[in-house]
């Protein structure tokens, strides 16, 4: 199977159609059907490395001060506890948990699948991101993860290269800040050539502005981890409100080009601020 890394952004993305939405669309189109969906998402960062592996999971609406249309998004997708199984297994001696009952899909996996996978068929299991190891252990851990390609899994992180949510200019809808573009282009070089030497962007002197929190940075390693000196394949690029890159990567998987003349990311909320508008 292929794999992905989709900048997710705005959670607004979810009920909107725009050049971003449209290539998710055209990657979920253009792969070959899986036997399921494993996503490492930017909103499952705690305190341990767990999957999960309850067979109906819930959708999470973990946001707050946005439409009543985004909180009536339903995305029924199954689970498999098996692959929960599998994945403890190949991480191996990485330690991973099962969770039967805490989590479930969050809006960084269904914001993106109800455009990939519409239709909520493919069971879908998520992956935590583990808020006190290091990058050396995430990209190790999505290296580990390789073999479940070879049994029909698609993995894909879901995240953002450029994520400040302080920084965000409303005035910037569809633009980004001079060190964001920078950070991007510096992402995409290591991307496209040797994604096995991601580590090395954090000495990048716009590293500190572009990666405040590591959050949502940390699932791009889990490809990079993936892909080792195999170059990965823009799929859509672009940015919004200054400082998020909408960015996105594929592994293995030839897309058609959707953009077009499509508009660009969603506004958010005006009248909620956006560092308090994510859980």
């Not at 767990?50 to 001060?65: E, K, L, Q, W």
Request: charged share 20%.
């Amino acid at each position: 199977m292929p794999a992905a890394f989709l900048g997710h952004g705005n959670p607004m993305n979810a009920i909107e159609r725009n050049r971003y939405t449209e290539a998710w669309r055209a990657f979920g189109a253009s792969v070959p059907r899986p036997r399921a969906i494993l996503v490492i998402s930017a909103h499952w960062y705690i305190n341990a490395t767990a999957v999960t592996a309850m067979p109906h999971p819930r959708t999470i609406h973990d946001f707050y001060g946005f439409p009543p249309e985004l909180f009536d998004v339903q995305y029924p997708a199954p689970g498999l506890p098996a692959l929960a199984d599998q994945v403890a297994d190949v991480a191996e001696p990485h330690w991973v948990g099962c969770d039967a009952d805490s989590w479930g899909i969050d809006h960084g996996t269904w914001s993106v699948l109800v455009h990939a996978f519409p239709d909520a068929s493919i069971p879908v299991v998520q992956l935590s991101l583990n808020a006190y190891k290091d990058t050396d252990y995430h990209l190790d851990l999505g290296c580990k993860l390789a073999p479940l390609r070879d049994d029909g899994v698609l993995i894909v992180g879901s995240g953002n290269i450029v994520h400040n949510l302080r920084a965000i200019d409303m005035s910037l809808p569809d633009g980004g800040y001079d060190w964001a573009l920078r950070f991007d282009d510096a992402a995409r070089d290591v991307l496209t050539t040797s994604p096995a030497e991601i580590a090395t962007l954090d000495r990048h002197p716009d590293f500190a502005a572009a990666v405040p929190t590591p959050d949502h940075y940390l699932p791009l390693l889990y490809l990079a981890g993936l892909a080792g000196d195999e170059p990965l394949t823009p799929l859509v690029r672009g940015h919004a409100s200054g400082s998020i890159s909408m960015a996105a990567y594929t592994l293995d998987a030839t897309c058609p080009d959707s953009a077009g003349d499509m508009p660009g990311a969603p506004e958010l909320p005006a009248d909620v601020p956006a560092t308090d508008s994510n859980i």
